[in-house]
């Protein structure tokens, strides 16, 4: 049984960093997406970020381009991160990481939420101004 288990949120005031954990058992990875979703109040869930499964292919959206970072623990490769830097109060959200197939690293198939196939519980992030 594949589980995600995300960590690291918490309230910051604004320009401040926090950094979000997800820690994945039960895949064999492979041909995968690995990526952060993110829902504010109101509103459906959004792309933040995602890499393919080498790691070598990034994808931000436009609103976190320059500011967050996504990674995996070299050691650990079943954790991926979120280095997310000069917070603002529009990024107050909660965060879930997700594991998909990977069909074609591109923009439009990596940051469709449909692509993903398996979910955290999400960690919520909360920025004061």
């Given amino acids: ?18 950094r979000l954990s997800c820690t994945i058992s039960g ?15 109101g ?22 381009e320059g500011r967050f970072s996504i990674a995996m623990d070299s050691a650990e490769m079943n954790t991926i991160y979120l280095e997310m830097s000069n917070l603002r109060p529009n990024d107050t959200a909660v965060y879930y990481c997700a594991v998909g197939p990977l069909y074609t690293a591109t923009y439009s198939t990596i940051a469709d939420k449909e692509n993903y196939d398996y979910w955290g519980q999400g960690t919520r992030v909360t920025v004061s101004s």
């Fill in 43 to 64: 509103q459906g869930r959004r792309f933040v970020a995602a890499f393919d499964w080498t790691g070598d292919n990034q994808f931000y959206s436009d609103s976190v």
């Fill in 27 to 41: 895949l064999t990875f492979g041909r995968n997406a690995l990526g952060w979703f993110r829902q504010a109040p």
């Fill in 1 to 18: 049984q594949v589980q995600l288990v995300e960590s690291g949120g918490g309230l910051v005031q604004a320009g401040g960093h926090l």
